[in-house]
Nanobody
Framework: QVQLVESGGGLVQVGGSLRLSCAAA????????MGWFRQAPGKEREFVAA????????YYVDSVKGRLSISRDNAKNTVYLHMNSLKPEDTAVYYC?????????????????WGQGTQVTVSS
């Protein structure tokens, strides 16, 4: 049974930083790309970032480029989202997700496994 567990969310002021973690279990982690998505109140869940199974390729939505970065540690079965220069519009529940093996998609419909989410609130 695949489990994805996010942590690291919280309340931060504008311009602050957070690091989200997602610990994976029940899958051969190094065979899966990983993605981060977010959902703000009243909005659809949107793609934020994705990283290939070995970490050699990354993708970001334009609104977070230069501020958020995704990384992974395959030895720890963990993917991270490093968040800097946070803005109020980054406030959302952040989810990590895994697609089918050896795929690197950027749409939520292509992701098979999801975590429970972690809340990030940026106050102005």
């Amino acid at each position: 049974q695949v489990q994805l567990v996010e942590s690291g969310g919280g309340l931060v002021q504008v311009g602050g930083s957070l690091r989200l973690s997602c610990a994976a279990a029940g899958l051969t982690f190094s065979s899966y790309a990983m993605g981060w998505f977010r959902q703000a109140p009243g909005k659809e869940r949107e793609f934020v970032a994705a990283i290939s199974w070995r970490g050699g390729s990354t993708y970001y939505v334009d609104s977070v480029k230069g501020r958020l970065s995704i990384s992974r540690d395959n030895a720890k079965n963990t993917v991270y989202l490093h968040m800097n220069s946070l803005k109020p519009e980054d406030t959302a529940v952040y989810y990590c997700a895994a697609p089918r093996p050896l795929l690197l998609p950027r749409t939520k419909d292509e992701y098979k496994y999801w975590g429970q989410g972690t809340q990030v609130t940026v106050s102005s």
